[in-house]
Structures are given as C-alpha cells and as structure tokens.
C-alpha cells in the first residue's frame, strides 16, 4: 500500500466536515454528481473518446498537489518516502513493475502493460513460478530477465535486514523475508519457494506487486564506478543496498548520476528540483515495451499550495491537474474554457490514524478505550463532508474497504455508518463512561474498569483534549477538520489543529518510521491509502506493520488478518474490513474523489484519464492535438 495525500481531487475528504446530507452519493459515487465513475454503466461515462489520429511532439505539464511530490528515486522505498506520488506518479514511469493495475475501468491486473502473466502456484501453494515477458530491455541494451528479479529481491531482504524502515510495504515475516529462496529457472523464468503456504489471491495481488525488476548488470556495485559486486552474498547486498540508497538521498543528482538513467520504461529524467521535486521526463529511446511515447516531454510541476496549482490550471499553464475541493463549484466554468474533467474514488480510504503509543496526559490509556473511539466516529459528518466540502465528489466509507469504486470485499458497515453523526451520542457515551464536562473540557470523573468507569490507565482528572496534525496545502483537509475541531467543541473535546506538510508528516509522524516523535502527536490527517487489489489491510493494521502509523493493536484484529493472508475462507477479507470498521483504529471519512481536469487538446485512451484517480500514471499513451 502507499499513502496518498488528500489532494485537490479528493475533495469529499479534504473539506469541511458539514452535514450528512449526501447519502445518495453511495450508489453512484462520482456519477451521481456529474464526474462519472465507475458507478457509470459504461464505465467512461463523462470520458470523452479520442479525437484525431496520435501526432509526435509536444509539452505536457501536470500539476503536483502541495507537498505531496516525489522524494525519492531508488524503487526501494523506506517508509518515510513512501507515497503514490513517489512510487506511481514517479519510479514507475522508468522503473515498471513487474504487474501493472489497473486495467482500463476495472480493479484488475493489466496484463498487457506488465512485465509477466499471472504467477503459477504449486507445491500446496508453497512454490510460485514466474515467467517473464521477453521483450523489455534496459537503456544499455541489456534484458530485463529473471536476474533482475533475483537482485531486487535479494535487495529487498538486505534492506530490511539493516532496518525493517528501509521498504515501506514491509512486515517482519513477510515479503521478501517470507521466500526462503529465489532462483533462475531459465533466462526469463523465476521460481520462489515461501516458507509457508499463502492464500494465493493475497500472495499475487499483495506480496509479489512489490516487485520491480532492477538492473543488476549496472546497479551490482557499492561504489560509484567500481567493479561488479556478486549480490547473491547478503553481505554485499547490504553493501550495494546501502550505496544506491545513499545515491537516492541526494536529490540533487538525480538527473545527472548515471544510475538512474538505466530504465525499462518509457520516459528518462532529464530535470529534477531539489527543492521542490518539479521535475521532467523525455522518451525513453531505447524502451522496448507497449506504447511508445508520443509527446517530446512530459513535466510534474511543483506548487506551494493546490490553489496556486488549480491558478495554473486554469490559466492554461498545466495540461492537466487536480481540482482543489474549494474549486469544484467552477467544474462547468472550466468545461466551458476547454477541460475536459472526471473524478473518481481512489480504492483505499480516507482516514485520520490515532497514535495510540503517546502518553501525554494518559492520551495512550484514553484512546485505547473502545468507547472513546466511538465518541469520536460519532463527531464525523459524513454527509455534511460530502456535500457541502466535496460537493458530491464523494461517496460514503466506514472501514478500510470502501464502497467505491465497486469491489466485492466491502461489508455491510462499510457502506452504512455504524456510529452515524451525532454530538449528543458522543455525549452520551462519554458521560456513561465516567466523563463530565468540566470547565468545557470532558474530564474524568470515575476512574476504574468497571462499565460505568473511564477504563483502565485512565485516571481522575484527565481531559479528553488532542491536537490534529493536518496536512497544508489543500483548504479541504483544514475545512474538514476545523468542522470535525468545532463539533468535538460542542462535545466538550478541544482540539488543536497544527499543519506540516504532507511529506512531513509521512516523514515525522509516523511511529515505525520515526519513534522518537511518538509523544509529539494524538491524531493526524494526512490523507489515506491507496490499496491492493486484494484489500487486506496487513502491513498498516496488523502489530508491527510497516505502515502502523499509529501503533494500533489488537489481537482480534491480528487474527483476522492473519486468516486473510493465509487462510482459504474467501470472505476473510470482509470480516477483516467488518472488524476494523467497528474497532475503529482511526476515524474514518468518506471517500474523496480525486477529479482531474484535463485540456481537451490532450487526447489518448479513455482508460488513461479513469485511471488517474487510481494514481496510476500512463502519459505515453497521450498525444496533443493542435
């Protein structure tokens, strides 16, 4: 999974948290208000078809949200830097993964844009055999073949065993720990053998998506221009790890140092800011792979705020960008200008993670009581959310698994709110609890477990008071929740809202990546993640996960997760989202749209533009028309 920012597209979730008003939302997602989604029965509807034949040439700037911006070039990615705008608006256009999602309006694989078919399993589901398509090659000439695979997963495990923070989708006992050997079958073939056997729905469409071949026949040393090092020994994996992870630490070389000209994709660096991460990207001469660029060079353009990208936007500077939510309302002003525009719900969630670790003023006890949870789900509006921030531009989510776009693994309670909007019920909880508003503040008045008391580590006299860190740039996020701060004010909850930078808070805010921060936040906004086709929420949910944000646990969660990944009941994956939508390990929010405008000169496959709200990026299949 990778964390994306609530973006300007977003708008459902970056906005003021209002009034449950747009339940209607829940069907038909972005089609009910216009943008079209895949809540569209033709699935492109409000997509235009391509217009004229493809012609070469041309300049195509898109507009990057607000310090949501690459920060990172190495496709081993720590946790820190892990985002979709790093790994799929970035990596992926030089570095492909070795299965490529999705395909065209639906959740799926693309085969036709990946690097090999579906994986075989065998051996009780213990042995997995790869074969790789033949035709891609490196910018040297060089084949992209079984040996690329074996060294990034040789890599992988060297990086993880310096520090489990050096891969962000890692989980101690997972991938690449969980395969006990990788070798070559033939020039193209990869067998794995697994330690155990894994469902192989999650194993696929889970584990093995954090492959990216790497070329070993150029990135095999662990020095600048020194010779061939065998990787195969962990001890010089570690050694060359720690060498392109140090070349990735210096952003200001990225288009200069020669490593990272070496690419199987379709585009090569050429600029890269330092400061703001703006970079751009020309045709890769030498890709060997599907759809061969048309444009002469494609450009992220850096903003300091998203209304500052959507000023671009319209002015004609960008060719295609976010809609901030506050800018929704002139969709059809742009429409009359010359965009064409759609949005859709990223399949992830939208959610505000606890940190249930800081014991500032007992924050760590008080969090940790189920109820205290409650209270707070209580205190989101979604439909408020919905419509009056993201002016329809979204649709109802309570749990990990949303209810757009369309998958089979969301549960009832992630469709229908289980702690629907109300201050009173908040109230109510709390004061059954143990609670009564002091001053304003709900403090606690009965310490002790039994059911009439605060819970235990709570003690006689504390608040129930946070501060919110929340991600700048998008007047949505601070919309939401300066909502969410005034209706915890109405339950006697003071909150205090900080803003940092999206890339900030992923960096500092985060108890696995930076533990020495742990007793420096309460709760935090940064925006979501973008998920897996199979939605499990291992690595970000699960004890220990690479992506606990927070630091929530619980063994009924664990469990269930760990019947997901291994077990065979086909409805795991909705017991687990059922769970955690009732456990509440964050607050959940509604499913923001993230809507992209476009300029209608810009023409390609209708399938490009449904999947950029997915965060998957495919600018060589566009071409400019005069």
């Not at 949005?343 to 760590?364: C, H």
């Not at 908040?426 to 009965?446: D, F, P, R, Y």
């Not at 998008?474 to 209706?487: E, K, Q, R, V």
């Amino acid at each position: 999974m990778k964390r994306f920012a609530r973006t300007g597209t977003k708008m459902a979730l970056v906005t003021i948290a209002g009034a449950m008003v747009l339940a209607a939302c829940g069907s038909g997602g972005s089609s009910s208000s216009g943008s079209t989604g895949s809540g569209a029965p033709s699935g492109f509807a409000g997509i235009p078809a391509p217009k004229g034949s493809a012609t070469s040439g041309g300049t195509v700037a898109l507009g990057m949200s607000a310090g949501a911006t690459p920060t990172w070039i190495f496709p081993i990615t720590p946790g820190a830097n892990g985002s979709v705008y790093t790994a799929n608006f970035f990596q992926e256009l030089m570095w492909r993964p070795m299965w490529w999602t999705p395909v065209s309006d639906k959740l799926d694989v693309n085969y036709a844009l990946s690097l090999a078919p579906k994986p075989v399993f065998s051996n009780g589901d213990k042995t997995v055999t790869i074969k790789m398509d033949t035709n891609y090659k490196w910018s040297s000439g060089a084949p992209v073949d079984a040996n690329d695979v074996i060294f990034d997963i040789d890599l992988l495990k060297a990086a993880v065993a310096i520090s489990a923070s050096n891969v962000g989708a890692f989980s101690p006992g997972f991938f690449p720990q969980n395969v006990t050997s990788a070798t070559a079958a033939g020039k193209y073939t990869i067998v794995l053998h697994l330690n155990k056997a894994y469902n192989p729905s999650y194993f696929f469409l889970d584990q093995l998506n954090l492959i990216t071949p790497l070329p070993s026949t150029a990135w095999n040393i662990d020095t600048a221009g020194g010779p061939p090092v065998s990787y195969t020994s962990p001890a010089n994996a570690k050694k060359i790890y720690t060498f392109l992870a140090a070349q990735s630490g210096k952003l200001a070389t990225y288009a200069s140092n020669p490593l990272w000209q070496d690419v199987d994709g379709p585009w090569k660096l050429t600029a890269f800011s330092p400061s703001t991460d703006a970079n751009t990207m020309v045709p890769n001469k030498a890709y060997t792979g599907p759809n061969k660029p048309h444009i002469a060079k494609f450009q992220e353009v850096a903003f300091t705020s998203d209304e500052a990208e959507y000023t671009a936007l319209r002015s004609g500077s960008l060719t295609v960008g976010l809609i901030p939510s506050d800018d929704l309302p002139q969709v059809p002003t742009l429409k009359k200008a010359g965009y064409n525009v759609f949005g859709e719900a990223d399949f992830g969630w939208d959610y505000a993670p606890w940190n249930f670790k800081d014991t500032t003023g007992d924050w760590d006890k008080i969090i940790g009581q189920l109820y205290v949870r409650q209270a707070m789900q209580h205190l989101v509006d979604s439909a408020g959310i919905i419509k009056g921030i993201y002016h329809g531009y979204a649709a109802p989510a309570f749990g990990p698994v949303p209810s757009l776009p369309a998958s089979p693994f969301t549960p009832a309670n992630g469709k229908k709110a289980a702690y629907p909007f109300s201050v009173s019920a908040a109230k109510s909880l709390l004061a059954a609890h143990g609670w009564k508003i002091v001053g304003g503040v709900q403090t606690c008045e009965s310490p002790g477990t039994a059911a009439t008391d605060c819970g235990a580590g709570v003690k006689k006299g504390d608040t129930l008071a946070f501060t919110m860190v929340y991600a700048t740039g998008n007047p949505a996020t601070l919309d939401i929740d300066t909502a969410y701060a005034s209706d915890a004010k109405s339950a006697g909850i003071p909150v205090k809202l900080t803003g940092k930078s999206f890339n900030f808070i992923i960096a500092n805010y985060d108890n696995p990546a930076a533990p020495s921060n742990v007793n420096k936040w309460q709760a935090e906004d940064f925006g979501g993640f973008t998920q897996d086709l199979y939605p499990t929420t291992n690595t970000v949910l699960n004890t220990g996960g690479s992506y606990n944000i927070g630091s929530y646990s619980s063994p009924m969660a664990d469990s269930l997760i760990n019947q997901s990944v291994f077990g065979s009941n086909p409805s795991a994956v909705n017991n687990e989202a059922s769970y955690l939508g009732s456990d509440l390990p964050a607050l959940w929010q509604p499913e923001s749209d993230h809507v992209f405008a476009w300029s209608t000169k810009l023409q390609g496959p209708q399938a490009t533009f449904w999947e950029l709200p997915q965060f998957s990026l495919n600018p060589e299949q566009w071409y400019l028309t005069k």
